[in-house]
């Protein structure tokens, strides 16, 4: 079954493949945002019910000084961040881009005694936010990296002016040093045949749809934009060096603490961060 769609995956990626999504685009159209539109993906956000363990250090950490605090979650999703933040902020506003999403979420927490506004707001653009509204902005699960390279930046930029000065920004992104490993096969070799046979063909399409990265931009580049698998490879999405990522923010924040998604664990060592390999990695720092 699993094969079967696998093969079928394939074929549907040799017919449709667009040539202009074979290179690496500087810039994304919104079918990231269609795609997020897409009723079984939204589906699928409705399904998530935990944190990651990152958010679970930072709520922990939040936790006491949350009830006061104005908090604005961008690209809620089906809710996911809401259920566990909603409860304990101040106040709490959440937004997406996609109105389906909003839509969900909506129906999920229809019964909450709490108000919760839940809204249709692109990052790119917050001016119903006045400046300096908010003591808390979560962009959780990598939503940032949905928008293009100048969209990334106009979306910093946005953040630091509805975020109050020195209040937490806290965001993850994906980390393009873990996609050494994921484009070469010997790390999809294991003692299952089974699995190295999927691996394989996964990896297949991971190059079929990233025909023009080469090795040496995956080595060298700050930033590129992937078709990864996620959502069947429909996404494009931004990775970025950790080291470029903290350089990125230093415009507008300060005081940036990088934390490991899967352990939740602080980075610490420059070392670390240099090699580290986690597929995506939590940021929080302030407003400056
Ligand atoms: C990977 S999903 C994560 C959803 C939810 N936060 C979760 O963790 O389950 C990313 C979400 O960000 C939203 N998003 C992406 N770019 C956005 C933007 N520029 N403004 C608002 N929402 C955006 C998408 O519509 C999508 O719902």
């Not at 159209?29 to 956000?45: F, K, L, P």
């Not at 965001?171 to 089974?194: C, G, R, T, Y």
């Amino acid at each position: 079954m699993i094969i079967k769609k696998l093969w079928h995956l394939g074929e549907q990626a040799t017919q449709r493949i667009p040539k202009r999504f074979t290179v690496i685009v500087p810039f994304l159209t919104d079918t990231n945002r269609e795609t997020y539109t897409a009723s079984s993906i939204v589906w699928y956000y409705t399904q998530l019910h935990r944190l990651q363990p990152a958010e679970q250090t930072i709520l922990d950490l939040l936790r006491d000084r949350l009830p006061t605090m104005k908090m604005l979650d961008i690209g809620i999703g089906g809710g996911r961040t809401t259920q566990h933040f909603a409860p304990l902020a101040g106040e709490y506003t959440g937004i997406d881009y996609s109105a389906t999403m909003v839509a969900a979420c909506k129906k999920r927490f229809a019964k909450s005694l709490q108000p919760l506004a839940l809204e249709v707001g692109d990052a790119r653009e917050m001016s119903q936010f006045a400046d300096n509204s908010f003591d808390f902005i979560l962009f959780s699960f990598n939503g940032i990296d949905y928008a293009s390279v100048s969209d990334r930046l106009q979306i910093l930029a946005e953040i630091a002016r509805v975020g109050k000065p020195g209040s937490y920004f806290f965001f993850s992104s994906h980390n393009l040093q873990a996609m050494i490993s994921e484009f070469d096969w010997k790390s999809k070799v294991s003692f299952n045949p089974f699995k190295t046979y999927v691996n394989l063909v996964m990896l297949a399409l991971l190059n079929l749809y990233n025909s023009k990265i080469t090795r040496d931009q995956l080595e060298t580049s700050n930033h590129l934009i992937i078709k990864d698998e996620s959502h069947n490879f429909r996404l494009q999405t931004y990775y970025i060096r950790p080291k470029k990522q903290i350089e990125q923010l230093s415009l507008s924040f300060k005081d940036i603490e990088i934390y490991s998604w899967k352990s939740g664990l602080k980075v610490v060592d420059m070392q670390d961060l240099l090699t580290n390999s986690d597929k995506w990695l939590y940021y929080l720092c302030l407003i400056k």
